[in-house]
Every structure is written in C-alpha cells, then in structure tokens.
C-alpha cells in the first residue's frame, strides 16, 4: 500500500486544508489553491510518493494495525485498518493512506471543515467555563492538544415511510344559554394512509464513536455538499465506515418512522379529543449516500471512564458530557455548611 500527500505545485511543500477559505494552501511558500485547481492538479487520488512497506507479523496481537512510511521525515507511521488519513507522528506533515478510500469505501459527497481549530478551542473553553466542577486537567492546554479535526463517516438516507393511521377524533364545545349550560360533542373518522419522504437523515458509520454524540451535534447543512475529493484530508483526520448499512439500518428505520409520525401527528390537529385505533410506519425504500463530515472530537479519559466531546466542523454546535470532579464538590458542599453553620451561631448569639 502506498502513503500519499498533496504537494505544492510551487515549492513541493505539503498543502494543507483551510477550514476558513476552503482552500488548500501551503504554509511554507503562502501559496493557496482551489480545490477545481487541485481536482486538475491530482484528480481524486494524491499520486503515491513512494512505495510503503506494510509489515504483518505471525506474533502481532491486532492483526489489523499497519505499518506505513512517512515520505517526508522516514519516520514510520502505525494505523488502524479503520484510518484513511493521519498525520507523522514526528513531523507532523499530513499523510494520506492511498487505496482506503477505493471502491465502496470511497465516500460521493464531503462537507469541509469551515470551523476552525482556534474556533473550536474556544468554543469548548466557553463551554467549560459554566461548569465548576469538572476536573482542571479537562481544560487544561494539555488536554486541548488532543482536539483532533476528523471526517467522520455518515450513511445519509431519504426513505419513504408508509404510513397507515386512524383514530376517532372529537369535537367539544359548550356554550350557556340563560340559567343552561350545553355541551355539544361531535365525533369524527380519522383517516390517514400516506406515502412520506424523509430526507436527510444520518448515521454514522464509525462504530468507535457514540451514536448519540454525533447525533447531538446535528444538524448539518447539505447544501454545502462538495464532490468528494480527498484533498480536504489534507491536515486532518478521516476514517472509513466500519458499520455498513445493514448495521446502521435499524437506526435510519427508527428515525425515518418518528420523522412520519411527526407529519401525520401534525396533520390530525384541531380535535379535543383523539383515540387512536391504529398507527403503523414501514420503510418501503431507502436510498443511501457515504458522505464525510466534518467533527472536531475530543477524549479524555478520568477514573476509568472515557469521556468524549464532538463540535460540528460546520455549525459549531458542540456536546459532551463532562466528568464530575467529587473532591471540588465535596469542598464546595463543606464550604457552603460552614457558612451556613457560621451564620446559625451568629444568629444565636444576637438572640442571646
């Protein structure tokens, strides 16, 4: 298997994806370049550097791991069967796995990075801010370090719901006429039997990180879909799907059922009263797309538990769960009933 890295037409310097111009430039010579220019430069694959030796051993204990070659600096470079594209751990040059991303494995469509490392920084810094106690080393610049900008892999679908509903809607209105009070109840068959279009709906294909982190972070603007071309990689993180659509499926269904029970649900308004007799959804047919998009992603591992945090790379909307420092609020709490506890013997003794 072979490494890969765009090079500058210029100075033959590594290019690098900017989040901000969506452009790919050199920080060495400034030169910048537009992705049509690079799709003339390259087409969709990087040209390989040199040939990589990818070293298996009987004795390895994951027999998954690789071994690549960083052209830049020599250094070896170890990834999972999972990563597309990486940076050397030493130089810190992007690399790009050439022939991950080939047949089923190459994504139709790519959202780049428009939020960017600073912008996510402080974002995450802000989020902390309201949150007393979680643990110093969770904000520390230290642990900043390790905010890594990541394509992650989605299956999006538009899927066409059958949906089959009735219930018994009713009518209810009172009225006083002198010294009488009426009521009058009207009841109505409610019918719905429709064929619903759910567009968009996403699920990520990478079974290392939480389904309902990335779903927190939703949604993402597909207008700003590009043709896949994988010199957005280029300074970033990217992985291959690892849950194809047969596993992702059950979550699409789910989805794509609650997204046409929201519309027939919408659609019966107006009654005091609803009894439903019968409500169903099926997926009567799915289609799929393999698209990247962009996460700035986080861990941070404290008293065994691993603890992740995801921003859109193109919103900005963040979420996570932060751990809970107990000693800050153990102190807290003891700080608060001392303060209490002084104030109640000052109180008594003014009554005294």
């Not at 690549?68 to 990486?86: E, L």
């Not at 939480?210 to 043709?227: F, G, N, Q, R, T």
């Amino acid at each position: 298997m072979d490494a890969s890295i765009y090079k500058c037409p210029n100075c033959d310097a590594e290019l690098v994806f900017d989040p901000q111009s969506q452009q790919v430039n050199c920080l060495y010579c400034r030169s910048t370049f537009t992705m049509e220019h690079i799709k003339e430069l390259y087409g969709d694959i990087a040209p390989p550097t040199e040939p990589v030796q990818e070293n298996k051993s009987p004795d390895d204990n994951d027999a998954h791991a690789n071994l690549y070659h960083c052209s830049t600096c020599g250094a070896d470079i170890i990834a999972d069967a999972d990563t597309t594209a990486t940076f050397c751990y030493y130089c810190h040059n992007p690399v790009i796995l050439a022939g991950r991303l080939t047949g089923d494995y190459k994504p139709s469509k790519i959202i780049g990075f428009q939020i960017t490392r600073e912008q996510a920084v402080n974002a995450f810094r802000n989020w902390c801010g309201s949150k007393k106690f979680i643990p110093s080393g969770f904000k520390s610049d230290r642990q900043l370090e390790k905010m890594t900008g990541l394509y992650v892999p989605f299956w999006v679908t538009n899927c066409r719901v059958r949906a089959d509903y009735s219930a018994i809607g009713k009518k209810i209105r009172s009225w006083s006429s002198g010294s009488y009070r009426y009521t009058e109840t009207s009841e109505y068959s409610v019918e719905r039997c429709a064929d619903i279009i759910a567009k968009g709906i996403p699920a990520d294909g990478a079974s290392k990180i939480e389904d309902l982190l990335m779903e927190s972070i939703e949604p993402y603007d597909y207008s700003a879909l590009k043709d896949f071309s994988m010199a957005y990689f280029s300074g970033f993180y990217a992985d291959k799907y690892d849950v194809d659509k047969a596993g992702v499926f059950p979550r699409i269904r789910e989805r794509a059922n609650e997204a046409g029970k929201s519309v027939v649900r919408e659609s019966v308004g107006g009654y005091s009263q609803l009894s439903v007799r019968n409500e169903s959804y099926e997926v009567a047919k799915t289609d799929w797309q393999y698209i990247m998009l962009p996460v700035w992603f986080m861990t941070y591992q404290y008293n065994g538990k691993m603890y992740e945090f995801a921003i859109n790379g193109q919103t900005g909307k963040l979420a996570g769960t932060p751990p809970l420092d107990k000693g800050k609020l153990l102190r807290f709490s003891a700080l608060i009933f001392a303060a209490v506890a002084f104030m109640i013997f000052l109180g008594g003794q003014f009554f005294i």
